[in-house]
Each structure stands twice: as structure tokens, then as C-alpha cells.
């Protein structure tokens, strides 16, 4: 099992709309989470991270987190083409205290 | 969060050289990582590089391939040497936050290397 998992394929919205993404996480012992976004030929940039239980808000970003039952998801509001990019999740490992990254969800927000 | 600078930003070389990537930030920082992130793939961590100690190589990597240097606590450089086309990737330079911020990483530009 991947540490880190994120297994839906490219996620196609409507302006305006909810992007909802999820990740799934194998080490239990995991204490912080975070959303990098990564548009096309840059680099990830953090978005949002979270640490507790239940829901963080940012703007027009939500993480939801539930340890229980390790996964960790992100939301997006209003979708913006803007918002068009990778999303990748990423979660400390309790090992060594690194961060172990998903494959990444790719959004297209269709104007 | 801390401006990191990398170079160059894209290169194509010639399959058996050698590149040396740069990596400079603003700041005084511990530890700098360096990532691989292949086509269509997650980043995966290479290293981790200490001012006065040799690098710390994840599984599957190793020094002969990928020598790092450190000199002082705000540059580093990878070198990936001998390559071949599979080491076609983006290198990525990060750094840990401080303060509040010290369990984020953070990211140079990235540099998008071709093998021909």
C-alpha cells in the first residue's frame, strides 16, 4: 500500500461549481496534512494544511480531516479557471518527520 | 516563507554528462530536500542536505549518482551525473518553513531536465 494515496483520475468541473478531492493516508501515526497545488511546468505551492480533526477553511478552500479514517480531502468553491492545476496531498510521515506526496489529482475548471 | 532560487531552470542535455542544479534561498535554514518528480508522477524525496555533514540518501538513491553539496546554511547543489534518459524529471529544491511555519516545505522554481 502507497503511503499516499490519490486515485481519482483528472476531475472536470463547471465554473462555479465544487471541487472535491480525497486522499487516503497508510500511516496511522500521521500528523500533519497538507494541499500543494502545482499548475503546469511550475512548482507545488502550499495551499492549505490541517492538523485536527474536522474542517479548515481558507478563502475558497475547505480540508476536511478525519484521522480515524485516514483520509484527507479538499474542497474547492466556486470554482475559478484559475483554479485549473495538480493537486497533490501531502502527509508527514511519523518515521522520519518527511513528507510523503500522492500522485496528484488534476482539476480542469471549464469556464 | 522563504524565496528559493534554483538553476538553471531547464535544461536538454546529452546522455553520459553530467548537471549540477543550483539552489540558493534568502535565508540561514538547516536542511535543505531535494525531489524528483518524474512525468506524470508524485515528487519523491533524493535527499536530504546538511551544512557540515554528508547528504542523506533516501532508498534507491545514491551519492555516485547524485552528489550534493553544502557548502554554508543557504546553498546547495545537486549534481546528476552520468545520466540517462530515464533521469528525465523536474528537481526540486525545497526548504522547511520557520517559526510557525516549520513543518511546511517549500519550493524553488524547479528544474525541468531533458536527457537526450
Known amino acids: 500500500q502507497k503511503e499516499v494515496e490519490q486515485n481519482s483520475g483528472p476531475l472536470s468541473v463547471p465554473e462555479g461549481a465544487i471541487a472535491s478531492l480525497n486522499c487516503t493516508y497508510s500511516d496511522r501515526g500521521s500528523q500533519s496534512f497538507f494541499w500543494y497545488r502545482q499548475y503546469s511546468g511550475k512548482s507545488p505551492e502550499l495551499i492549505m494544511f490541517i492538523y485536527s480533526n474536522g474542517d479548515k477553511e481558507d478563502g475558497r478552500f475547505t480540508a476536511q480531516l478525519n484521522k480515524a479514517s485516514q483520509y484527507v480531502s479538499l474542497l474547492i468553491r466556486d470554482s475559478q479557471p484559475s483554479d485549473s492545476a495538480t493537486y497533490l496531498c501531502a502527509v508527514t510521515s511519523r518515521g522520519n518527520n518527511r513528507l510523503a506526496f500522492g500522485k496528484g489529482n488534476q482539476v480542469v475548471v471549464i469556464p | 516563507s522563504a524565496v528559493i532560487s534554483q538553476k538553471p531552470s531547464r535544461d536538454i542535455c546529452q546522455r553520459g554528462t553530467s548537471l549540477t542544479i543550483q539552489c540558493q534561498v534568502d535565508s540561514q535554514v538547516t536542511m535543505m530536500f531535494w525531489y524528483r518528480q518524474q512525468p506524470g508522477q508524485s515528487l519523491t524525496l533524493i535527499a536530504t542536505a546538511n551544512q557540515g555533514s554528508e547528504a542523506t540518501y533516501e532508498s534507491g538513491f545514491v551519492i555516485d549518482k547524485f552528489p550534493i553539496s553544502r557548502p554554508n546554511l543557504t546553498f546547495s547543489t545537486l549534481t546528476v551525473s552520468n545520466m540517462s534518459p530515464e533521469d528525465s524529471s523536474i528537481y526540486l529544491c525545497?526548504?522547511?518553513?520557520?517559526?510557525?511555519?516549520?513543518?511546511?516545505?517549500?519550493f524553488g522554481s524547479g528544474t525541468q531536465l531533458s536527457v537526450l
Open positions: 525545497s526548504v522547511e518553513g520557520s517559526g510557525t511555519d516549520n513543518e511546511k516545505l517549500f
